[in-house]
C-alpha cells in the first residue's frame, strides 16, 4: 500500500449544532453540503485537505485520542483564540514541531500543530 493522504477523520460529538459552530468557528471549517443521510445526526467539515466527519454518538472516553491540525504560525493561532475566550495552553516544541491542545464541546481533543522549519 502506498498511502497519499488522510480523507477524513470521523469525531463523535454530543451535539451536532455545538460541534459544527466549533469546527467552523474555531477551527476556520467548512461545512460539506454532500454528506449522504446515514441514518444519524452528523455534519462533514473540510479542514485543509481532509474533512472531519461528525457523528451524533456517544462519546468515548478520552485515552489520549486525538487528531492534529496543521497550521503555519502557531503563537498567532493561540493569541487569535485565547483573543475569543478559548482556553489554550502555550505551545510547547516537540521534536521539530510546536503543538498545543484544546477540546470541543463534546470533550474530544483537537491538537495544534506547527511545524518549524531548519535543520
Same mark, same amino acid.
Given at each position: 500500500?502506498? =498511502?497519499?493522504?488522510?480523507?477524513h477523520v470521523a469525531v463523535n460529538? @454530543?451535539?451536532?449544532? &455545538?460541534?459544527?459552530?466549533f469546527y467552523t468557528g474555531v ?10 443521510? +446515514?441514518?444519524? &445526526? ?11 466527519? +461528525?457523528?451524533? +454518538? =456517544?462519546? =468515548? =472516553?478520552?485515552?489520549? /485520542?486525538?487528531?492534529a491540525v496543521r497550521v503555519d ?7 487569535? *483564540? ?6 489554550? &495552553? ?8 510546536? /503543538?498545543?491542545? *484544546? @477540546? ?6 483537537? !491538537?495544534?500543530?506547527?511545524? +518549524? !522549519?531548519?535543520?
Amino acid at each position: 500500500m502506498e =498511502p497519499i493522504g488522510v480523507h477524513h477523520v470521523a469525531v463523535n460529538v @454530543t451535539d451536532v449544532e &455545538a460541534a459544527v459552530a466549533f469546527y467552523t468557528g474555531v477551527l476556520g471549517g467548512r461545512v460539506r453540503d454532500d454528506r449522504p443521510d +446515514l441514518g444519524i &445526526a452528523g455534519a462533514w467539515i473540510d479542514l485543509g485537505a481532509a474533512q472531519v466527519h +461528525l457523528v451524533e +454518538l =456517544p462519546v =468515548p =472516553p478520552s485515552m489520549g /485520542q486525538h487528531f492534529a491540525v496543521r497550521v503555519d504560525d502557531l503563537d498567532a493561532v493561540v493569541a487569535e *483564540l485565547r483573543a475569543g475566550g478559548h482556553d489554550v &495552553a502555550d505551545p510547547s516544541q516537540v521534536g521539530a514541531g510546536l /503543538q498545543t491542545f *484544546l @477540546t470541543d464541546p463534546s470533550g474530544n481533543t483537537v !491538537e495544534l500543530h506547527q511545524v +518549524l !522549519e531548519g535543520p
